[in-house]
């Protein structure tokens, strides 16, 4: 596991944070605070479960956005997905859904109660199951950023080229430079930095932040999930910020291209058009989402059964939006901890084990 | 999220398909999504797709930086 | 646990909703007082000048043959081990099957020859069992349940009472292989036979470590939920915390593969031939020597010790951070996030 280790030495890490002890003081001299969002849940999982935080200075905050498409999926698809599966329908999905709380009941419980749904690692395991069982109907949950929405989609391809009628997608796919933009307008949102995702990136490249960096002139930095490539972000955008510049760097070049993956934006495009969609306790942003294209309807879920995946009415107590934009951190929520835990989630931040909260509980108590 | 791993190819098959491996445990991965794989090309693998290929010499260079500060570290700490 | 009706799935898994149907549907009718209180892994029972050790198990898994193993051995492991680390010598099994109609003899048979291998490997005796058959579609191929008896070792009088802050954490070998290589041989992810269950007895490493008395406090089997489930249940209401270092914690590399393909943390995972043991500070070292010496403590290494921070579970990681290490929730489910 030399590509994976190699980014997680002890001695290396020490080094880099001590550069980043030096900049944090010389930003505290400036009276300054270095805010970086984190705009995808696997970073926040890895700076969890490094322990992160906890080796960083009191004036670098790290502040989880909403890069978690399980956090930001409605309460309308979850109780979607259920209806059609107390329908009889087969439902399969990703681990990540299973307990996510939909107005009032999760697809586990719907599993508890009859309901067929079946965790697969991978959306081809969908397929192999809708071979396997030519009279039943089968679902597959799309929900994923760019990174997860090529390898769901090859679902259609796979489907059409063996004449397979019994599977299709129920799809809550999300963009993450739209979600970027809505940040960057949202005046209640104090970020000064961008830890940019690492393989969302590999899908519609470095270059696609250009525009946005160049409007909003907040340092960015594509930074890896490994421990020491957080770190290293981390020291990118103290070095930008102590320094006054405002640039996109891509350290995670080993993986991500200036253009992206060419072959996963064609299929991207080929089958899906923007759309506008709706981010759970944010609200909708506009062409935000990706829909299937009229021609590909017969593998579109929400209209081959006739289902909605939108509305929905979330806790009204629940302050997840504010998580997911940063406004407050998880433990300044009212429910944390008390309401709202990992067993007895009120909202997707505390369901996904990368959600925000759930992080901070599992975490940093 | 997207968690995804390093893997290498072992083996090619049709259909775009492939086997890869990491440690010694081999795992069915669909290499539709990549142009001209070849073996023992390290893949980056999501949901059992690989989605991006492992540039191996932008890689070593983040090792051997990774590497270098060890030493530096580990030499300051012991003067 | 207030609104939840019907049992789920995660009932089972061994974290935190497991233990609340135990505390408030078993140990409210049957564990107020006598053996069954604090749950340990086996009763001790006074019979005349002996003490004997009497623990149950139930053995449930799909497939039931897998790499390193089948339920058969899972079935003479699981009890052996309950009664080692409670500090008995095992002697005798009961075995009771349940059968699904349709399942073919031949699979019967191999398990059940698996059951005879493990349990004349080990020296424990099957004196009384039972069989049923069910309807197709009533129980999932086969189910076990074995029950054992031991004799109490004399020297041994473990407990979460008896731990002591500065007392070391010592592990007899990797964790997690057991769960990964059932969760990659159900899932159908894995194309090679690599990673294998850990299933074993642990006994011999009991019986060895006798030899130091009073000074080896506690010890129990990383099953369902893994080390974090352990720990993490002795800290409760305790008057100490453990912290852990992950730089020194052992695992099979193959595990950890599929562990990060997975996305999985190893330290939920189960283990079906391991232990942890919590022993005086001076002896640690020698345990480990001790245990190297037979192929099931190959692996033994110390990976923590108990400190002064009640009621949590730290875990110092590979890079100097620092967090904690909760009970699991339920079940374990892969991630693509």
């Given at each position: 596991?030399?590509?994976?280790?190699?980014?997680?030495?002890?001695?290396?890490?020490?080094?880099?944070?001590?550069?980043?002890?030096?900049?944090?003081?010389?930003?505290?001299?400036?009276?300054?605070?270095?805010?970086?969002?984190?705009?995808?849940?696997?970073?926040?999982?890895?700076?969890?479960?490094?322990?992160?935080?906890?080796?960083?200075?009191?004036?670098?905050?790290?502040?989880?956005?909403?890069?978690?498409?399980?956090?930001?999926?409605?309460?309308?698809?979850?109780?979607?997905?259920?209806?059609?599966?107390?329908?009889?329908?087969?439902?399969?999905?990703?681990?990540?859904?299973?307990?996510?709380?939909?107005?009032?009941?999760?697809?586990?419980?719907?599993?508890?109660?009859?309901?067929?749904?079946?965790?697969?690692?991978?959306?081809?395991?969908?397929?192999?199951?809708?071979?396997?069982?030519?009279?039943?109907?089968?679902?597959?949950?799309?929900?994923?950023?760019?990174?997860?929405?090529?390898?769901?989609?090859?679902?259609?391809?796979?489907?059409?080229?063996?004449?397979?009628?019994?599977?299709?997608?129920?799809?809550?796919?999300?963009?993450?430079?739209?979600?970027?933009?809505?940040?960057?307008?949202?005046?209640?949102?104090?970020?000064?930095?961008?830890?940019?995702?690492?393989?969302?990136?590999?899908?519609?490249?470095?270059?696609?932040?250009?525009s946005f960096v160049d409007k909003y002139k907040i340092p960015s930095v594509?930074?890896?999930?490994?421990?020491?490539?957080?770190?290293?972000?981390?020291?990118?955008?103290?070095?930008q910020l102590a320094g006054g510049r405002a640039e996109l760097v891509n350290?995670?070049?080993?993986?991500?291209?200036?253009?992206?993956?060419?072959?996963?934006?064609?299929?991207?495009?080929?089958?899906?058009?923007?759309?506008?969609?709706?981010?759970?306790?944010?609200?909708?942003?506009?062409?935000?989402?990706?829909?299937?294209?009229?021609?590909?309807?017969?593998?579109?879920?929400?209209?081959?059964?006739?289902?909605?995946?939108?509305?929905?009415?979330?806790?009204?107590?629940?302050?997840?939006?504010?998580?997911?934009?940063?406004?407050?951190?998880?433990?300044?929520?009212?429910?944390?901890?008390?309401?709202?835990?990992?067993?007895?989630?009120?909202?997707?931040?505390?369901?996904?084990?990368?959600?925000?909260?759930?992080?901070?509980?599992?975490?940093?108590? | 999220?997207?968690?995804?791993?390093?893997?290498?190819?072992?083996?090619?098959?049709?259909?775009?398909?492939?086997?890869?491996?990491?440690?010694?445990?081999?795992?069915?991965?669909?290499?539709?999504?990549?142009?001209?794989?070849?073996?023992?090309?390290?893949?980056?693998?999501?949901?059992?797709?690989?989605?991006?290929?492992?540039?191996?010499?932008?890689?070593?260079?983040?090792?051997?930086?990774?590497?270098?500060?060890?030493?530096?570290?580990?030499?300051?700490?012991?003067? | 646990?207030?609104?939840?009706?019907?049992?789920?799935?995660?009932?089972?898994?061994?974290?935190?909703?497991?233990?609340?149907?135990?505390?408030?549907?078993?140990?409210?009718?049957?564990?107020?007082?006598?053996?069954?209180?604090?749950?340990?892994?086996?009763?001790?029972?006074?019979?005349?000048?002996?003490?004997?050790?009497?623990?149950?198990?139930?053995?449930?898994?799909?497939?039931?043959?897998?790499?390193?193993?089948?339920?058969?051995?899972?079935?003479?492991?699981?009890?052996?081990?309950?009664?080692?680390?409670?500090?008995?010598?095992?002697?005798?099994?009961?075995?009771?099957?349940?059968?699904?109609?349709?399942?073919?003899?031949?699979?019967?048979?191999?398990?059940?020859?698996?059951?005879?291998?493990?349990?004349?490997?080990?020296?424990?005796?099957?004196?009384?069992?039972?069989?049923?058959?069910?309807?197709?579609?009533?129980?999932?191929?086969?189910?076990?349940?074995?029950?054992?008896?031991?004799?109490?070792?004399?020297?041994l009088n473990t407990g979460v009472h008896r731990i002591e802050q500065g007392?070391?954490?010592?592990?007899?070998?990797?964790?997690?292989?057991?769960?990964?290589?059932?969760?990659?041989?159900?899932?159908?992810?894995?194309?090679?036979?690599?990673?294998?269950?850990?299933?074993?007895?642990?006994?011999?490493?009991?019986?060895?470590?006798?030899?130091?008395?009073?000074?080896?406090?506690?010890?129990?089997?990383?099953?369902?939920?893994?080390?974090?489930?352990?720990?993490?249940?002795?800290?409760?209401?305790?008057?100490?915390?453990?912290?852990?270092?992950?730089?020194?914690?052992?695992?099979?590399?193959?595990?950890?593969?599929?562990?990060?393909?997975?996305?999985?943390?190893?330290?939920?995972?189960?283990?079906?031939?391991?232990?942890?043991?919590?022993?005086?500070?001076?002896?640690?070292?020698?345990?480990?020597?001790?245990?190297?010496?037979?192929?099931?403590?190959?692996?033994?290494?110390?990976?923590?010790?108990?400190?002064?921070?009640?009621?949590?579970?730290?875990?110092?990681?590979?890079?100097?951070?620092?967090?904690?290490?909760?009970?699991?929730?339920?079940?374990?489910?892969?991630?693509?996030?």
């Amino acid at each position: 596991m030399k590509y994976i280790d190699g980014f997680r030495n002890h001695l290396a890490a020490k080094s880099i944070t001590g550069d980043i002890r030096e900049l944090a003081a010389e930003l505290l001299r400036q009276n300054r605070e270095s805010r970086i969002m984190e705009v995808c849940g696997s970073h926040t999982m890895s700076i969890a479960r490094y322990g992160i935080r906890q080796i960083l200075p009191g004036n670098v905050r790290l502040i989880s956005g909403p890069g978690c498409p399980v956090c930001v999926t409605d309460a309308a698809y979850i109780d979607a997905a259920i209806e059609l599966a107390e329908k009889g329908i087969q439902i399969a999905t990703f681990g990540d859904m299973l307990k996510v709380p939909g107005s009032s009941k999760t697809l586990a419980d719907a599993r508890g109660s009859g309901g067929q749904v079946h965790v697969c690692y991978s959306p081809l395991d969908a397929v192999k199951l809708a071979e396997r069982n030519p009279d039943n109907e089968i679902v597959f949950l799309g929900i994923g950023f760019e990174t997860t929405v090529p390898p769901v989609i090859s679902i259609i391809r796979k489907a059409k080229a063996e004449n397979l009628e019994n599977i299709s997608l129920l799809t809550a796919f999300k963009l993450v430079p739209p979600a970027l933009e809505a940040l960057a307008e949202d005046k209640d949102v104090a970020v000064n930095g961008f830890l940019l995702p690492a393989h969302v990136s590999a899908i519609i490249g470095a270059d696609a932040y250009r525009s946005f960096v160049d409007k909003y002139k907040i340092p960015s930095v594509i930074a890896g999930f490994e421990p020491l490539d957080i770190l290293l972000g981390i020291k990118e955008l103290l070095e930008q910020l102590a320094g006054g510049r405002a640039e996109l760097v891509n350290q995670y070049a080993r993986v991500v291209k200036k253009q992206g993956n060419r072959i996963a934006l064609n299929l991207i495009h080929e089958l899906l058009e923007p759309a506008d969609a709706s981010w759970r306790g944010i609200g909708t942003i506009p062409g935000s989402g990706l829909a299937l294209r009229e021609e590909f309807s017969d593998f579109d879920a929400s209209k081959k059964f006739h289902i909605s995946t939108e509305g929905g009415e979330p806790d009204p107590r629940c302050r997840c939006g504010d998580v997911l934009r940063g406004i407050i951190f998880p433990d300044e929520c009212p429910l944390f901890g008390n309401v709202c835990t990992p067993l007895l989630p009120v909202g997707p931040c505390m369901v996904s084990s990368e959600g925000s909260c759930a992080a901070y509980y599992k975490y940093s108590r | 999220m997207c968690l995804a791993v390093p893997m290498k190819i072992i083996e090619l098959k049709e259909n775009s398909s492939g086997v890869c491996e990491l440690e010694s445990i081999h795992y069915d991965v669909d290499l539709s999504l990549i142009e001209t794989t070849k073996l023992d090309d390290y893949v980056i693998v999501h949901a059992g797709f690989a989605i991006e290929k492992l540039d191996i010499a932008e890689a070593n260079e983040r090792l051997r930086l990774f590497a270098e500060l060890a030493e530096t570290y580990h030499d300051a700490d012991n003067t | 646990m207030n609104n939840i009706k019907r049992i789920l799935l995660g009932h089972g898994g061994g974290g935190k909703l497991s233990r609340d149907l135990i505390d408030r549907e078993i140990v409210t009718r049957f564990g107020t007082d006598g053996p069954l209180v604090g749950l340990p892994d086996g009763a001790l029972l006074q019979v005349g000048e002996e003490t004997l050790v009497f623990s149950t198990d139930n053995f449930v898994v799909n497939p039931l043959e897998f790499p390193g193993g089948d339920i058969g051995k899972l079935a003479v492991h699981g009890t052996v081990n309950d009664i080692s680390v409670t500090g008995g010598v095992p002697r005798w099994l009961s075995l009771a099957l349940i059968i699904e109609e349709g399942l073919e003899i031949s699979v019967l048979q191999r398990i059940l020859d698996s059951v005879k291998e493990a349990a004349e490997e080990i020296g424990v005796q099957i004196v009384t069992g039972d069989t049923k058959v069910v309807a197709r579609g009533q129980c999932d191929k086969l189910f076990i349940n074995t029950a054992g008896i031991g004799r109490k070792i004399p020297e041994l009088n473990t407990g979460v009472h008896r731990i002591e802050q500065g007392d070391i954490v010592i592990t007899s070998g990797t964790l997690g292989d057991h769960g990964m290589a059932i969760m990659a041989a159900r899932e159908n992810l894995t194309l090679n036979n690599d990673l294998r269950s850990d299933t074993g007895s642990v006994y011999r490493l009991v019986e060895a470590a006798a030899k130091w008395g009073n000074r080896i406090k506690f010890m129990r089997d990383p099953t369902r939920g893994g080390i974090a489930a352990v720990l993490g249940e002795i800290v409760e209401n305790s008057s100490f915390g453990i912290i852990l270092k992950e730089e020194k914690i052992p695992y099979n590399p193959d595990a950890r593969a599929v562990a990060e393909v997975l996305g999985i943390d190893l330290m939920h995972v189960a283990c079906e031939g391991r232990m942890l043991l919590i022993c005086a500070p001076e002896i640690a070292e020698k345990i480990i020597k001790t245990w190297r010496t037979f192929p099931e403590g190959a692996d033994a290494g110390i990976i923590g010790e108990v400190t002064d921070d009640i009621g949590r579970v730290i875990l110092e990681t590979q890079i100097g951070g620092r967090r904690m290490v909760d009970i699991p929730q339920g079940e374990l489910l892969p991630r693509i996030c």
